[in-house]
């Protein structure tokens, strides 16, 4: 057993980790990052699965990543290179016809008209109103969120500043904030729009990762969630790392090390060291303690109460609403390799439009079905797809003439009615997708030289997040801001002085976002100096 000596640990070696472990070294704390797996990134990671083919194996966009963390780390030179995903095209149930929307603003405009003019004529106002409400609720994204049951000076301050940012919004942006935080996908975006494929595509942005249809109240915030991606100034951007998602985490890394943190890899933590009824450092699997008076955790809320400590160290109260805390995986992956482009029925022949997404949601019914199979215990029989091509826009992912196929897909459930996932049961949803797949890509079973399937039960296994649920937990109303893992412990630290809570299970949420390892290092300097 060997016993080293650190200012600051942070376990988990996923973006939150490394953005957390880069700001505690550029503080001058000397930091240790720690990740179970051979290489960092945690669910945003790139592996070669099959010879040559490099796969984005979990998470495949950016959309959420900071603009603040790129400037205060300096990330462009350490080698950030997103690349812009500039397009969508959701082709129509029966295959025949598509809805394409891309940089070229009047062109979407045409086709949005070709399937509603009254579509094409709400577009830019809808378009419009939600880059407001981006803006507005981008102030969120960065604050403790103060506790409004608390009467800490602190709070009081933070709830004022709060009131007067969103009383300064206007009345018609108050409204449709609240809106957002209450009203379904579906329902918000009927509010501007007629035609099936629109509606589908845009309300699919409110279930990502959730465990929710798009008729289910609340995910209209979701969506905007997910509208608040920001890549050079530009919101609703949406882009592709050089290198895939593992490529942003292999920056990080190289952010922290700059700033004289350490990354070690295969270094799974067992436990939290205490010492006096605090944090004193962590005992890794092989039976290493490594010491240190700063313990920050980026994996679940479950994980970092539940597993790494003994709950009988922490109030009853936290204890509870952990266990309550909702993690449920919803969503699944199928990764292809691919003998050359698949061509789409509905727009022979291959070009620009696959170096954008492919959204299989030509209606809000197709969306709300496969839901209904997920709510009774069952993959869902014609799924949600997310499709991306990362080789099109970044060719080296793999060998020339050949391609990568990513697609995100709902709904895959946790936990089946019928039994546990199986390998047979993991290859039939495989099956399921790719059956949907072939109905709009008909020749894609020719094509196929490798695929790799993976359920939140593989997701769990691999990653180590519970119940392989992507964004640590729900965005739900009851799980957001102060909220968020639990109520009184929503700012980053926890009843166990010295150890800090650092991912995406806390505020502001999941995605490749980084904030919640941002604030969660801030606040644990915060306390190291008072």
Not at 20 to 45: C, W
Not at 317 to 339: E, H, I, M, P
Not at 443 to 460: A, G, K, S, Y
């Amino acid at each position: 057993m060997t016993n080293q000596h650190y200012d600051a640990i942070v376990i988990g070696g996923g973006h939150n980790g490394l953005v957390a472990g880069a700001y505690l070294a550029r503080a001058g704390k000397k930091t240790l990052i720690l990740e179970k797996r051979h290489l960092v990134g945690g669910a945003s990671v790139t592996e070669e699965i099959y010879p040559g083919f490099k796969f984005t194996v979990f998470s495949y966009v950016v959309s959420l990543f900071r603009p603040e963390i790129v400037r205060e780390l300096n990330l462009p030179a350490h080698g950030l290179t997103i690349l812009p995903l500039e397009s969508t095209l959701t082709p129509t149930l029966d295959g025949d016809d598509y809805l394409y929307r891309d940089g070229d603003h009047y062109q979407t405009l045409r086709n949005i008209a070709r399937f509603s003019p009254r579509d094409a004529d709400a577009y830019d106002d809808y378009a419009r109103s939600m880059y407001f409400m981006a803006k507005a609720v981008k102030y969120i994204l960065g604050v403790i969120p103060p506790d409004p049951t608390a009467l800490h000076p602190k709070d009081m301050m933070g709830l004022l500043e709060m009131a007067r940012h969103f009383l300064g919004l206007g009345q018609e942006q108050l409204y449709m904030l609240a809106k957002l935080m209450t009203m379904s996908a579906a329902d918000f975006v009927e509010q501007w729009f007629e035609s099936e494929p629109l509606k589908a595509t845009l309300s699919a942005s409110g279930i990502i990762g959730t465990f929710l249809g798009p008729r289910s109240p609340g995910t209209a915030y979701v969506l905007l969630h997910h509208y608040m991606g920001e890549i050079d100034g530009a919101y609703r951007a949406w882009g592709f790392h050089k290198g895939g998602t593992g490529g942003l985490a292999e920056v990080l890394a190289q952010a922290a090390r700059a700033q004289g943190a350490e990354v070690r890899c295969n270094a799974g933590v067992a436990r939290v060291l205490m010492s006096g009824g605090r944090a004193a450092g962590v005992v890794l699997e092989n039976g290493d303690e490594i010491r240190a008076p700063m313990v920050l955790s980026s994996l679940d809320p479950k994980q970092t109460f539940l597993r790494l400590v003994d709950p009988q160290q922490l109030p009853d109260d936290l204890v509870g609403a952990v266990r309550r805390f909702q993690t449920l995986g919803s969503s699944g992956k199928v990764n292809l390799a691919l003998d050359r482009l698949p061509e789409l029925g509905c727009r022979p022949g291959v070009g620009r439009h696959l170096a954008g997404a492919v959204s299989i949601s030509p209606n809000l019914d197709y969306i709300e079905r496969a839901y209904d199979d997920a709510k009774y215990g069952h993959f869902s029989r014609r799924p949600y797809v997310d499709i991306i091509f990362p080789s099109m826009i970044d060719p080296d992912m793999a060998p020339p003439g050949k391609h990568v196929m990513s697609c995100f897909v709902q709904y895959a459930p946790y936990e089946l009615a019928d039994g546990d996932w199986t390998d047979a049961r993991r290859e039939a949803f495989g099956d399921a997708v790719v059956d949907v797949l072939a109905t709009y890509f008909p020749n894609i079973r020719d094509l196929i030289l490798h695929r790799q399937v993976l359920t939140p039960v593989d997701v769990e296994r691999i990653t180590g997040i519970t119940q392989g649920n992507i964004f640590h937990g729900e965005l739900n109303l009851s799980q957001l801001f102060f909220l968020r893992p639990a109520p009184g412990y929503a700012k980053y630290r926890t009843p166990i002085k010295g150890y800090y809570q650092c991912g995406s299970g806390t505020h502001p949420g999941g995605g490749i976002m980084g904030a919640p390892g941002r604030l969660g290092a801030l606040e644990a300097l915060r306390d190291s100096r008072s």
